[in-house]
């Protein structure tokens, strides 16, 4: 009678691992795991069938280990054998518990913490990374956006929160109606099937808020795992001592309490302390993501991510991915997360570049870039001051969201509207002459390529140059991007050039949003006031209008490039008047990053200015 009530058991567990959610227009009594006096869709209810699906699994794979093996003659050895394909269906089943987790190898461990903060690494840049959770802002204003503490982790948090702004601004509608959403549905719809959405943020729910938290980490663990699988890494806090409590915050209670004592300071620490676990079913991994939602929440969340999507990737490939794989990831002195790790979240690869494909350098040597087109993208100040170029595939993804770099900060910029990224003709034009030049471009980013590069972008794009034009391009023995451009601007169109006789391009104008999630007095979502005065400060969400000029011939367009302070009516004098430069507005860091993206763009806000540090 025992067997047969375990023989129940499992098959219960079986039947509830297989169907996750009851059906509605069953009777109670008629779905396994019935919890008596709950509803069947409650949080209660969920967790307790979870419970007894493990609880019934475990029971019966402990009774089957304990079994002896016996001799193929013996009658139990059918018995034996069946018991052994249970064993391995228990197995394939996506079984939520801790002892499904397996701890690093030594080796493992070693490798992981010396790829992540190098051999040497001060007790403060630990301290960064191992005190930041992936939390949403607490204040109504913000609160579609990760807290970020100073400086740190914040390449991390940046990328997901680009992620959660795909979900939340252009699939709220499905989080909202399809809580169990495949992770393929954002990564496969196309942009122009989505109106442009409505967005306020008062209306998203926490539920909404955190289901789109669970599939950006999802996509970008899939994406680091060639969406082949998902490593998770979590922490060794029991998790019986999680989940009898029903509440989120009795949760992070306990495991705020678990890592008090804590102390990440070599691999040691980290091995000791350390889970990891590989999903090849998106569905499973979102269950177990949204399950350790807590832990990622606790001050361990951004670093846990962060090993998660390199474990992901593998460690070898990420070693290959990088240009130099003796550095840390985590750049010295200040603890930065570098180029690579915000890479790999966003392209899947860590390679250390922001240009398209990758550079030969001549010897069987190369540097490596972006190797294909992606969701969200990425802009940085450092190429408006000429350190480096970003290439078509994160200035131009697929959805409008960049993740913003400085010198020292991540933050994120986007729109809601999709259509701010297409093209009028020109534009593509530009974009297919810019490509085919950076294509030729070995300098670094330097904005020059070589006579014989300048020849083949020329067959490429189909640019007839006059004689004496193409002579003088050449005569320095290379051609510069800027001398080149002004070329093709009063080159006619019939001719491969840019040149309209009316001047009129098509001016552009559209609204941006810039977030900045650093709080630098507001530690784990609550506000610290010191003398009853406003915190350093606070989550921002800034709203710039931004208008793109049409296209300029190249006497008006050396004339914005000395700046708008040099404009005035003697210099309008006799021009076009069809054409009006735009008068001076408001400027900031953030407005030169823009312009990279959105050439001579002129931005105005309300308010302070939008801060990218």
Known sequence: MADRGEDEDLQMAIRMSMTPEPKRNKPRDEVAGVIS???????????????????????????????????ASSPATKGVKKEAEVVKRVEELPLRHESLSKELSAEEANKLFVMVFGSEVSKDILAQWCNQGIRFSSDPETSMGLVQHEGGPCGVLAAIQAFVFKYIIFFS????????MPLNRGL???????????????????GVKVRAL???MGEILFLCGNNKRAVIATLSIPENDIQRFEGISEEEQVIASSLKALSIESALDLLKVLRVETHTSETTA?????????????????????????????????????????????????????QEIVNLLLCGQAVPNV????????????????????????????????????????????????VVGSESHYTVLFALDPSVQNENELEGRETQIRRAFDAQDQSGGGGFISVEGFHQVIRETNIKLPA????????????????????????????????????????????????????????????????????????????????????????EFMADVQGPSASGASDSAGKDTEVSKPEPVQHAPLVDCIRTRWPRAVCSWSGDPPSIV
């Not at 979870?50 to 304990?66: F, P």
């Not at 509608?173 to 169990?180: I, M, N, V």
């Not at 496969?188 to 959405?197: E, L, Q, R």
């Not at 051609?479 to 552009?508: P, T």
């Open 37 to 71: 006096g709950l509803p069947e869709d409650s949080p209660e209810s969920k967790t307790r069938r979870r419970e007894l699906m493990a609880a019934a699994a475990e029971k019966r794979m402990a009774s089957i280990v304990r079994v002896s093996p016996s001799p």
């Open 468 to 555: 004496d034009k193409l002579d003088n391009l050449c005569s320095a023995g290379f051609i510069v991007w800027s001398e080149f451009w002004q070329v093709i601007l009063d080159l006619d169109k019939s001719l491969g050039g840019l040149k309209d006789s009316s001047g009129l391009m098509g001016k552009k104008v559209f609204d941006l949003f810039h977030f900045n999630g650093i709080a630098k007095s507001d530690l784990n979502g609550s506000q610290v006031n010191v003398g009853g005065e406003t915190p350093l400060q606070r989550p921002r969400l800034t709203k710039l209008s931004v208008s793109v000029p049409p296209r300029w011939t190249p006497e």
């Open 214 to 216: 669970v599939r950006s």
């Open 355 to 402: 240009f398209d494909g990758r550079m030969d350098l001549g010897g069987g040597m190369f540097l490596k870039g972006i190797a294909r087109n992606v969701e969200v993208g990425f802009l940085t100040l450092l190429e408006s001051l000429n350190f480096c170029k970003v290439g078509q595939f994160l200035k131009t993804p697929k959805w409008p969201i960049w």
């Open 188 to 206: 496969g719809a196309s942009s122009k099937s989505h109106s442009v959405p409505s967005y306020n943020i008062s209306s998203l729910t926490e």
């Open 173 to 180: 509608d499905e989080l909202k109606e399809l809580p169990r």
């Open 286 to 338: 979102f269950q177990r993501l949204e399950a350790l939602i807590p832990v990622f929440q606790s001050r361990m969340g951004a670093l846990l991510f962060l090993i998660s999507a390199l474990l992901s990737r593998g460690l070898d490939l990420v070693q290959s991915d990088r240009d130099d794989p003796s550095l840390p990831l985590v750049t010295a002195p200040f603890g930065h997360a570098s």
